[in-house]
């Protein structure tokens, strides 16, 4: 157990829909990330929240938005959802923000799109 | 092309075997270099990292680095079925940037 956990675990869902995914970093951890794992993309950076701002941006779409809050959970809001935003989301969390502070993953989301 | 180029196997083998596992890269900025493993419906864990060329080795585990040809390896000594995952490389490009960029994986079997 990474200490990471995220919810809910299964999200089916149709398209055009939002939904919200959560996740609540390890204890004290200040950085939280959101990665999106599919079949052909493998596992791919989205967005990074530092105690509360933004940090780095990467392949996430302008349908997708986040935010991390003063107690440091953060929210994946996915909308106008598409068959091909099947994936499974992932959280993981860090101390600080630098690339040799061990990210710890969550269990993931998955997230259906029917 | 990928900045991070992975065989996706599976790769299957006997157990004690020596294992090894590959990733090579396009991009000679990237300085730091992880081995992930995953565990089919869980999320990845971090294994090893190494900063810049050179070995470094945790049990059964070693990581190499060779920056002159873009290329990381993981081996594992003495497999078990327990090993039995995902392996994914990652990188990042320097110390104050913590955006991973992994590599898609490589499934690995080992059989009793």
């Known amino acids: 157990d990474s200490g990471v956990t995220q919810t809910p675990k299964h999200l089916i869902t149709a398209t055009g829909q939002r939904v919200t995914l959560r996740c609540s970093p390890r204890?004290?951890?200040?950085?939280v990330y959101w990665y999106q794992q599919s079949l052909d993309q493998g596992l791919q950076f989205l967005i990074h929240?530092?105690?509360?701002?933004?940090?780095a941006k990467g392949n996430i779409l302008e349908r997708f938005s986040a935010q991390q809050f003063p107690d440091l959970h953060s929210e994946l809001n996915l909308s106008s959802l598409e068959l091909g935003d099947s994936a499974l989301y992932f959280c993981?969390?860090?101390?600080?923000?630098?690339?040799?502070?061990?990210?710890?993953f969550g269990p993931g989301t998955r997230l259906t799109v029917l | 092309q990928k900045e991070v180029e992975q065989d996706p196997g599976p790769l299957s083998v006997p157990e004690g075997a020596i294992v090894s596992l590959n990733c090579t890269y396009s991009?000679?900025?990237?300085?730091?270099f992880m081995w992930y493993r995953q565990y089919s419906r869980k999320g990845p864990e971090l294994l090893m990292y190494t900063y810049s060329s050179g070995n470094k080795e945790d049990g059964r585990f070693t990581a190499q680095v060779d920056k002159s040809s873009k290329y990381i390896s993981l081996f594992i000594r003495d497999s078990q079925p327990s090993d039995s995952a995902t392996y994914l490389c990652a990188m990042s490009y320097y110390s104050g940037y913590s955006t991973l960029t992994f590599g898609k994986g490589t499934m690995l079997l080992v059989s009793p």
């Open positions: 991009n000679s900025a990237f300085q730091y």
């Open positions: 929240y530092y105690n509360g701002e933004e940090r």
């Open positions: 204890s004290g951890d200040l950085s």
């Open positions: 993981a969390s860090s101390a600080l923000s630098g690339a040799t502070d061990t990210q710890y």
